[in-house]
C-alpha cells in the first residue's frame, strides 16, 4: 500500500460527499406511505395523503392559531421543584432537567394570549412531549393562572389537551390540581366567557376526569385517543371485547361524548367561528376582492 492508493481515493469521495439529513422522509403510521418531511411541516404535521394527524409541538399550535403566528406570553407561576423527592429508575429533578432541554418549555403546557381571526383570546397548549403532557403543580397553576387571565381580559379561554394523566411524581399534589382547575372554569362560566376544549392525541386520565370535559364545546382532532382508563386496562376489567375504534374521536362523536371531529388544517376557522357564535358577534365582512 502506498500514499496513493491509501490517500488520493478517499480524497476524492470526500469532495464528492454530499451530506443527507435523516429526517429527509416520514413513514405515515396508517398507510406507511413515504412522505417529504417539509410536506407534512407546511401542511401542520398532518399526513397529505391519509390524513394522519402527527403531534404538533406547542409552539406551531399557538402560531397555528395566532393571527400573523403573534401572540403575547402568558407566564407560568414558579412552584416547589419536586416536593416529594421522587425516585424511581431517574430522579424526578433530572426528568424535568431532560424534559426542559428536550422541548424548550418550563413545564407541559405553554400560554398566550392574541387575536384568532382579530377576536382576543387566551390559548393553553398541553405539550405531550414533556413527559407526556402529564398534569402536575405547575400544569395545575398554569391553567389557573390562564383561565383568570382570561377574566381579567375578558377574553375567551381555549384549551389544547393532550396528556396521559396525573403526574405520579408529584403524588397527590398533582391530583389536588383537578379540583382546583375545576374551581377555574366555574370561574370563565360566572364571567360568562366562552371555554373551548380542543381534545388530541391522546387526552386521558385526571385530564379527562376535569377540566377537559367541562367545556362549553368540545372539539376532537381525528384519530385522536380520548378516554379515562386505556381501552386494555378496561377490556381486563370487565373482561369483553370492546367495539373497533372504542375511545377514538369519531366513536365518541357518534356516541354524543364530543361535539364535533375537525381537521387541523380547519381548526383555525372553526374556532373562530364558534366564538362569534358564543360571542354574538356579527361574521367578518368579505373583502371586495
Given at each position: 500500500m502506498n500514499w496513493i492508493t491509501s490517500y488520493v481515493p478517499p480524497r476524492i469521495k470526500s469532495l464528492f460527499k454530499r451530506e443527507s439529513p435523516e429526517n429527509l422522509w416520514i413513514k405515515c403510521p396508517e398507510s406507511g406511505q413515504m412522505v417529504f418531511q417539509k410536506d407534512v411541516e407546511a401542511n401542520l404535521n398532518v399526513i397529505p395523503g391519509s390524513g394522519y394527524h402527527l403531534?404538533?409541538?406547542?409552539?406551531?399550535?399557538?402560531?397555528?392559531?395566532?393571527?400573523?403566528?403573534?401572540?403575547?406570553?402568558?407566564?407560568?407561576?414558579?412552584?416547589?421543584?419536586?416536593?416529594?423527592?421522587?425516585?424511581?429508575?431517574?430522579?424526578?429533578?433530572?426528568?424535568?432537567?431532560?424534559?426542559?432541554?428536550?422541548?424548550?418549555?418550563?413545564?407541559?403546557?405553554?400560554?398566550?394570549?392574541?387575536?384568532v381571526e382579530t377576536q382576543p383570546a387566551v390559548i393553553a397548549v398541553q405539550?405531550?412531549?414533556?413527559?407526556?403532557?402529564?398534569?402536575?403543580?405547575?400544569?395545575?397553576?398554569?391553567?389557573?393562572?390562564?383561565?383568570?387571565?382570561?377574566?381579567?381580559?375578558?377574553?375567551?379561554?381555549?384549551?389544547?389537551?393532550?396528556?396521559?394523566?396525573?403526574?405520579?411524581?408529584?403524588?397527590i399534589l398533582s391530583l389536588m390540581q383537578m379540583p382546583r382547575t375545576t374551581i377555574a372554569?366555574?370561574?370563565?362560566?360566572?364571567?360568562?366567557?366562552?371555554?373551548?376544549?380542543v381534545l388530541t392525541n391522546p387526552t386521558t386520565g385526571g385530564v379527562t376526569a376535569s377540566y377537559a370535559m367541562l367545556g362549553d364545546v368540545h372539539i376532537a382532532e381525528p384519530g385522536a385517543l380520548i378516554g379515562f382508563a386505556g381501552p386494555r386496562v378496561?377490556?381486563?376489567?370487565?373482561?369483553?371485547?370492546?367495539?373497533?375504534?372504542?375511545?377514538?374521536?369519531?366513536?365518541?362523536?357518534?356516541?354524543?361524548?364530543v361535539d364535533m371531529v375537525v381537521p387541523r388544517t380547519e381548526m383555525k376557522a372553526t374556532v373562530a367561528r364558534l366564538l362569534r357564535l358564543l360571542l354574538k358577534q356579527p361574521a367578518p365582512e368579505k373583502s371586495a376582492a
Open positions: 403531534r404538533l409541538d406547542a409552539a406551531s399550535r399557538l402560531k397555528s392559531m395566532f393571527d400573523e403566528a403573534k401572540w403575547i406570553d402568558v407566564a407560568l407561576p414558579t412552584v416547589p421543584v419536586d416536593p416529594l423527592k421522587f425516585r424511581d429508575e431517574k430522579r424526578y429533578v433530572d426528568r424535568l432537567r431532560d424534559s426542559r432541554t428536550k422541548t424548550g418549555l418550563q413545564d407541559a403546557i405553554k400560554i398566550g394570549f392574541g387575536r405539550d405531550f412531549d414533556f413527559m407526556g403532557g402529564s398534569l402536575g403543580m405547575a400544569v395545575g397553576e398554569g391553567l389557573v393562572t390562564g383561565m383568570m387571565s382570561a377574566v381579567e381580559k375578558n377574553a375567551p379561554f381555549i384549551l389544547f389537551a393532550a396528556s396521559g394523566g396525573a403526574r405520579m411524581q408529584e403524588g372554569v366555574h370561574a370563565l362560566k360566572a364571567a360568562r366567557l366562552p371555554y373551548i376544549v378496561i377490556e381486563q376489567t370487565i373482561r369483553e371485547k370492546l367495539p373497533e375504534g372504542f375511545q377514538r374521536a369519531e366513536f365518541l362523536k357518534a356516541h354524543g361524548m
